[in-house]
């Protein structure tokens, strides 16, 4: 039975964790990335002031073979990242155990969640992790049946939804708004930069649950 796992994981455990923790500017969410050909190759969006001074490092690393900027905008952009084998290590062990990254991102730490075939496979990325002494916290595993019936919570972490619920609370959202993200920000006592993403992806998650379930709607003037 598949099984989706959570895990918790410094930066500095893994190559691109390291690399990112040197542009406090810069944030990334790994796009989803399915195992091919045992290929290590995750595509990434990378949010902010940073993303030039982020390229160039890319381009400079030993690590790195190669890194394309497939799209941009003004303050993200989307790379396809091959790394020199065996340089990025986690990502390296998920691919290996045949699981899929369905989320990834940084916020104060870096939050996984991963798609195994089994338990089986969970048990295998461990013992990778260990012999390659990176370090995780594994916060929760449900089955796919229980990760179908809880989509009332939109698929939100605890972080997204503690900066949501206060941010809607505080009349973040009204016109014109009641408060700003460095107020909400020293509430939660985390980073301007970390309350931006998590409100983000999570009204991104909200909307795309709530527009997709309720279907199309008829244009009306």
Known sequence: MAIIAEISIQGDEFLLGQIIAEYPGLSVEIERVVPADKRVMPYIWGYGTDLKEF????DESSNVRSITVLDEYDDRALYKIEWEDPAEQLIAGITETD?????????????????????????????????????????????????????????????????????????YFK????VEYDELAAELDVSVQALSERIRRGADKVLHDALTQSGPRNAQN
């Open 55 to 58: 390229e160039a490092a890319m």
């Open 99 to 171: 699981a899929t990254i369905l989320e990834a991102h940084s916020d104060d730490e870096w939050l996984f969640r991963i798609r195994f075939e089994d338990h089986s496979g969970l048990a295998q990325f461990n013992e990778y992790c260990r012999t390659h002494d990176i370090s995780y916290q594994l916060t929760r595993v449900s089955s796919m049946a229980d990760a179908n019936a809880t989509e009332t919570d939109f698929g939100l972490t605890d972080a997204q939804y503690e900066a949501l619920s206060l941010a809607v609370e505080r009349g």
């Open 175 to 178: 016109v014109p708004r009641d």
